[in-house]
């Protein structure tokens, strides 16, 4: 039964509730149809994430369901409704595959779906999930009654006097249009802003146990995978506003009620399966270790070091001769393999038990977090029970292998203590600093003016702060002799030598903010400001000395001493991290054992149902063939208002009157012929597409085909609005004034698809893959027919001496003149290389020849400069006719563009009809527009009317027949030369150099950047690249003109020179970058090649002296390699530099050919401090990191209107501000 079946039977269901009229909609049909398919790719693809990830089955349930349910195994209205929305709710709860927009979700399932969830957390989690873009307002009055109960629990908690203030602060957390937070430290910065009373917050906090709900809710909408990490931050701000409970009381809060529930969930299972109940009861001692206090009870074995589930999972290895361990591998396995391997799993607790007393003594809640996390990981092997075949002993053994591998998952904290290892060093040298501090107060204290105070009591004061007796306790006492010192006299020499001694303290800051024990201490970098130092200093200087001075500089003296004390631990941590490594081998092994044991239970287990995961790389099929129908939609929305647009082209002369007194150019008859011609392309298309529907998943890939033939208009549909609309909108004649809506509706689509034919081409790619996956999935087996091996066994059994004699003697012949042409064709090729290539090849497969040869475009020029003249460009400017046909006979770029124009308006403003005819003859493209909007032959009409020379005027009419006579026609460009390998220079990265290809090819290696043609990188197993981004130039070679080559490159090299020329089969296509894939690497080559537009042609940006380079706040100075790298990056794309003076020119808001969304015409890499410069214009500061995410993406925006654009803008302004 094959998967089309299904859509089938989705179009009947269609058809029986929207009636006839929807039967000849097939374009809508079909993309309806995809997106259904869209969103069902995106749920496996998350799957598969959720699978390599361990995470909880129940989201593994909901795909299975739903793939269930398309399968034809259960389909009807309701459980349709279910699944399909539940697979909304699930592509939006995967964050890595948001660029895949679920369609827009109606009121009535969003609603049900809601109402399945029973708790607050829950809700709030489909709240952030079901979103779509501009939901209706049925849709938005839903989700605000779920948001005025949670307002109202906060209203309560914080005390505050009206709901309008707690509406604004959860604005922050549940907006419907703004993304998720992505750290969990910008909640809690929401929450310092929104109370102003810290006095009362810190009450408020150790109340938080009550509302576990609500906090478990900002958990998981803070965008982490981790919860319970997560919750360790809460301990941490709890503990440093000295809240009144431990991370232990927050652990029980949020998982106390769920331990009990979940243990008892597993009562109906526990029959069937042995394994289980060992689970439940590690669950239950867990759960008894928490206590009801929050605090772990002190047992034999908790105060040896180890938490009684641990010394619960001990017991049930030790027991290797038990049954259990026979009942869940089954009969006739053989075990002793794997007790081979479970007994030193055994030997290795043992060993743990003397180190684990280093897991007390380090006083950091993180490490609180390790043992608790087992129970979050046992909870979900749990879950997984749920879904297990009763009476089936291979499904529980799979139970305790999950359970096992999710035990290496320790090594996430283990992380934080290597964390501590690399800043050992740092921690140890505050020693030196503490010491510094205390000289430089002892000093304060021996001069001459503060001994003249009043009975020296201010050298007292400063000697009590320098000395180590110094405890929190002795505030009031040292506040108490500040009160009564009298102002003091301090000479200017002896204040410059207090500011130089106190210069140290912002390295003391650097060093105490990469301790992750005190991440708190904000801001530490810029100021000095909140460790009482600064406020010392200004206070002697201003002759005055306020307690709450010495009060702030007494408590930052003490968290100095607590992390000298913390770093004594750092040894026993160290080891215990490698114990930990080797526990994590040991049970990969015991895990790759019982799975070759299990194999062919699997087997059996993937025939009953469970959900294939062996589609490739599943992300980037959901995205690619998302990208594809989000085409078809845009193309079906003019399609569907398409009376709309033959409308506006029979609008008559008054009409065209008033457009023409705008001034603008967009409505000429050529753009109006275009209009016509997309409307009955698309009608073409709506007409086929229900051919398409009918057939084998492959046959759609002719509905991507066809649409990617439609390139629609060259008309910036923004114009159409703004001016055109609102000038007919205005006008005083009716007739003009009614036909303002229509345009203002066509203006609000996008006219123009020459620039999405790549996503097009790379859904239709993703097509093969796919149907492979459903034939797996639903058991198609395509298999030759019998009937034509018979016919050819029959034919070959007798021997026909005629019929082979009629057979060979034409094949001789053929032989002959084939001979004859490949001799001829090598005299040829000889002299001209490309001649054979032209003649044969269809202009699709020249179009593809030529983009591939193209990669060496750039590099080419070199090699054909005649004389002065350096390029196509050049040449055609000069009015240079030979060498302008030098360039394009060996393949030079036709549309190579000076700023906006093209090589064909330069020679249309120069008036050279010959010019004209060779470029348009070798393919040059006559819809090209120049900054005034204009193609080369709306060009000639314009010259014409303002030329004064009566010989150039002449000139241009002939340009202007020219034109008309080739009206029409069709020309091929010439396919580019290939760049000799040995001008090749290639630039290896460091982590990818290999000594022997430097040894065989060291002629073709060159150490500078600029000249590289060929840049190879260290790429990862599936072949995506990774850039460091503590290096900026790691990043920036993604958007250079050299291919970006994968490091297997050089090894293919090695073994066969031949693989050199073939370096387009190991191109680097994808990059991840902050653990997002990218698939815009050939993008930007083949933008750098064919010199298109630089993408950001028309911004200004500014940089400061230093900048946040990455997420991680490492500063470098603009002057440093880095620096002075990225700044040539944005300037060879097109940006340019203000410094930081005044901007002297405002780009026009349409006057550039790319529309930003998400920047501004101005924008600062900087912070808050050079605002200021910019005279309230509009700005947006931003991060470099950000501005490589922004390349990465490399979207434009079409056709919003004016006030759209603004209020967009000023949004994404708002959002990426730092």
């Known amino acids: 039964m094959r998967f089309w079946v299904l859509l089938q039977w989705l179009s009947f269901i269609t058809v029986l509730v929207h009636g006839n009229k929807v039967i000849d909609n097939n374009l809508e049909l079909v993309t309806r149809d995809l997106s259904i398919l869209a969103r069902t790719i995106n749920g496996i693809s998350i799957q598969a994430e959720l699978v390599n990830a361990n995470s909880s089955s129940k989201y593994l349930n909901v795909v299975s369901e739903l793939i269930g349910a398309y399968s034809g195994s259960s389909l009807g209205k309701v459980d349709i409704l279910k699944t399909r929305?539940?697979?909304?709710?699930?592509?939006?709860?995967?964050?890595?595959?948001?660029?895949?927009?679920?369609?827009?979700?109606?009121?009535?399932?969003?609603?049900?779906?809601?109402?399945?969830?029973?708790?607050m957390s829950d809700k709030l989690e489909v709240i952030s999930s079901v979103v779509s873009a501009d939901p209706s307002e049925e849709f938005k009055n839903r989700i605000n009654e779920v948001k005025i109960k949670t307002v109202n629990s906060f209203v309560d908690f914080f005390n505050v006097s009206t709901i309008e203030t707690a509406s604004g602060y959860l604005a922050q957390i549940l907006d419907l249009r703004s993304t998720h937070f992505g750290d969990l430290t910008k909640v809690f910065n929401a929450i310092q802003a929104f109370k102003k009373d810290i006095g009362s917050l810190k009450s408020k906090l150790g109340q938080l146990s009550a509302y576990e709900t609500e906090l478990a809710a900002l958990l998981k909408l803070s965008g982490c995978k981790d919860t319970l990490e997560n919750v360790i931050k809460v301990s941490q701000f709890a503990q440093y506003y000295k809240a009144n409970f431990t991370s232990f009381q927050t652990l029980k809060s949020i998982l106390g009620g769920k331990l009990g529930s979940e243990v008892s969930r597993l009562s109906p299972i526990a029959k069937n399966h042995s394994t289980i109940n060992e689970l439940g009861a590690v669950l239950k001692n867990i759960e008894k270790t928490v206590g009801s206090t929050g605090k772990p009870r002190q047992t034999?074995?908790?105060?040896?070091?180890?938490?009684?589930?641990?010394?619960?999972?001990?017991?049930?290895?030790?027991?290797?001769?038990?049954?259990?361990?026979?009942?869940?591998?089954?009969?006739?396995?053989?075990?002793?393999?794997?007790?081979?391997?479970?007994?030193?799993?055994?030997?290795?607790?043992?060993?743990?038990?003397?180190?684990?007393?280093?897991?007390k003594n380090v006083n950091d809640p993180k490490t609180l977090a390790l043992f608790p996390q087992l129970s979050q990981l046992l909870i979900d092997a749990a879950n997984d029970g749920e879904v297990a075949s009763s009476g089936d002993p291979s499904e529980s053994i799979d139970l305790l292998v999950k359970c096992l591998v999710d035990f290496k998952t320790i090594t996430v904290d283990a992380n934080l203590f290597q964390e501590f290892e690399t800043t050992r060093n740092s921690l140890f040298s505050i020693d030196e600093a503490v010491s510094e501090l205390k000289n430089a107060l002892a000093e304060m204290a021996g001069m001459d003016e503060l001994k003249a105070g009043t009975n020296g009591s201010l050298a007292q004061v400063i000697a009590v702060i320098a000395s180590d007796s110094v405890e929190i306790d002795n505030v009031d006492v040292t506040c108490s002799k500040i009160k009564n010192i009298e102002n003091v006299r301090i000479s200017s020499n002896n204040l410059q030598k207090i500011v130089k001694s106190l210069k140290l303290f912002p390295n003391v800051g650097r060093l105490i903010e990469t301790s992750p024990n005190w991440d708190a201490i904000e801001k530490m970098r810029k100021s000095l400001d909140g460790t009482g130092l600064l406020d010392v200093l200004k206070c002697i200087g201003n002759e005055t000395f306020k307690a709450n001075s010495v009060n702030k500089m007494l408590s930052f003296r003490t968290k100095l001493q607590a992390i000298k004390r913390m770093s004594s631990e750092i040894g026993a941590i160290k080891q215990h991290t490698l114990k930990v490594e080797e526990l994590k081998s040991r049970l990969i092994s015991v895990a790759n054992v019982v799975k070759s044991m299990r194999r062919g239970s699997r087997r059996k287990s993937a025939a009953n149902g469970n959900v294939p995961t062996n589609l490739a790389r599943p992300q980037l099929v959901a995205q690619d063939f998302?990208?594809?129908?989000?085409?078809?939609?845009?193309?079906?929305?003019?399609?569907?208002?398409?009376?709309?647009?033959?409308?506006?082209?029979?609008?008559?002369?008054?009409?065209?009157?008033?457009?023409?007194?705008?001034?603008?150019?967009?409505?000429?008859?050529?753009?109006?012929?275009?209009?016509?011609?997309?409307?009955?392309?698309?009608?073409?298309?709506?007409?086929?597409?229900?051919?398409?529907?009918?057939?084998?998943?492959?046959?759609?890939?002719?509905?991507?085909?066809?649409?990617?033939?439609?390139?629609?208009?060259?008309?910036?549909?923004?114009?159409?609005?703004?001016?055109?609309?609102?000038?007919?909108?205005?006008?005083?004649?009716?007739?003009?004034?009614?036909?303002?809506?229509?345009?203002?509706?066509?203006?609000?689509?996008?006219?123009?698809?020459?620039?999405?034919?790549?996503?097009?081409?790379?859904?239709?790619?993703?097509?093969?893959?796919?149907?492979?996956?459903?034939d797996e999935l639903f058991g198609i087996k395509r298999l030759t027919t019998a009937t034509d091996d018979d016919k050819s066994s029959a034919d070959s059994s007798s021997f026909d001496w005629l019929t082979a004699g009629m057979i060979v003697i034409p094949l001789c012949g053929v032989a002959g003149v084939a001979s004859l042409g490949y001799v001829t064709y090598r005299v040829v090729e000889k002299k001209h290389p490309f001649f054979w290539k032209q003649l044969f090849l269809s202009q699709k497969k020249l179009q593809e020849a030529y983009i591939l040869q193209s990669r060496y475009l750039a590099f080419q020029e070199k090699m054909l400069e005649v004389g002065n003249v350096k390029s196509l460009l050049e040449a055609v400017d000069r009015n240079d006719f030979e060498s302008a046909a030098y360039f394009v006979n060996h393949g030079a770029w036709i549309d190579a563009p000076h700023k906006v124009s093209t090589c064909l308006h330069i020679a249309v403003e120069n008036a050279n009809p010959e010019m004209v005819e060779l470029l348009i003859k070798n393919g040059a493209n006559r819809g090209a527009l120049n900054e005034d909007y204009k193609t080369p032959e709306q060009l000639v009409s314009n010259l014409i009317a303002q030329e004064q020379d009566s010989t150039k005027k002449e000139q241009l009419k002939q340009i202007k027949s020219l034109f008309k006579s080739l009206n029409g026609k069709k020309f091929k460009r010439k396919v580019p030369d290939l760049l000799p390998i040995e001008h090749f220079k290639i630039f290896i990265m460091e982590d990818a150099r290999d000594s022997e290809f430097a040894q065989k090819f060291g002629n073709l290696i060159t150490g500078d950047l600029s000249e590289a043609t060929h840049v190879v990188v260290r790429t990862e197993d599936?072949?995506?690249?990774?850039?460091?981004?503590?290096?900026?130039?790691?990043?920036?070679?993604?958007?250079?003109?050299?291919?970006?080559?994968?490091?297997?490159?050089?090894?293919?090299?090695?073994?066969?020179?031949?693989?050199?020329?073939?370096?387009?089969?190991y191109r680097v296509k994808e990059v991840r970058y902050i653990d997002v894939v990218y698939a815009t690497v050939l993008a930007w080559h083949q933008s750098w090649h064919m010199k298109e537009v630089n993408f950001l042609y028309g911004l200004h940006y500014a940089m400061k002296p230093t900048y946040v380079l990455n997420n991680q706040g490492a500063s470098v100075p603009t002057s440093s390699p880095d620096g002075r790298h990225i700044d040539d990056f944005l300037a060879a794309h097109g940006a340019q530099c203000n410094a930081l003076q005044h901007l002297k020119q405002s780009a026009a808001e349409f006057g550039r050919p790319h529309f930003h969304q998400n920047l501004t015409s101005h924008w600062i890499i900087s912070d808050s401090i050079y605002s200021s410069l910019y005279g309230g214009r509009e700005t947006n500061e931003i991060y470099v990191s950000e501005i490589f995410v922004f390349m990465m993406a490399r979207k434009t925006s079409f056709g919003p209107e004016k006030k759209a654009t603004k209020a967009a803008s000023s949004s994404a302004n708002s959002s990426n501000t730092k």
């Not at 539940?86 to 939006?92: F, P, W």
């Open 300 to 359: 034999k074995e908790a105060t040896a070091g180890l938490p009684n589930g641990i010394v619960d999972l001990e017991a049930m290895l030790a027991d290797l001769n038990g049954t259990w361990l026979r009942d869940a591998i089954g009969d006739g396995n053989d075990i002793e393999p794997l007790r081979a391997l479970l007994r030193p799993i055994s030997d290795f607790i043992a060993e743990m038990k003397p180190l684990a007393v280093s897991w």
């Open 1022 to 1065: 599936d072949g995506v690249y990774s850039p460091d981004g503590e290096q900026a130039i790691n990043t920036i070679v993604v958007f250079g003109r050299a291919m970006l080559m994968k490091d297997t490159w050089l090894t293919a090299c090695i073994k066969s020179k031949k693989a050199m020329r073939d370096d387009y089969k």
């Open 626 to 774: 998302g990208k594809g129908v989000e085409v078809l939609r845009k193309l079906e929305s003019v399609r569907k208002t398409q009376v709309v647009v033959m409308k506006i082209l029979k609008s008559g002369a008054r009409v065209s009157s008033a457009i023409d007194q705008t001034n603008v150019t967009v409505w000429t008859e050529e753009n109006k012929k275009g209009l016509e011609e997309l409307v009955k392309k698309l009608s073409a298309l709506n007409e086929r597409a229900g051919r398409f529907r009918s057939k084998d998943l492959l046959t759609l890939g002719e509905v991507f085909d066809e649409a990617a033939t439609i390139r629609g208009v060259p008309i910036d549909s923004r114009l159409l609005i703004d001016p055109i609309s609102t000038a007919l909108a205005n006008s005083a004649d009716q007739t003009v004034k009614s036909a303002a809506d229509d345009f203002k509706t066509v203006g609000a689509l996008q006219l123009d698809y020459s620039n999405l034919q790549v996503d097009l081409t790379s859904a239709r790619s993703t097509l093969k893959p796919l149907r492979t996956f459903f």
């Open 85 to 119: 929305f539940l697979a909304d709710s699930l592509a939006q709860f995967a964050r890595s595959v948001a660029n895949v927009q679920a369609v827009q979700v109606d009121v009535a399932a969003v609603t049900s779906v809601v109402e399945m969830f029973g708790s």
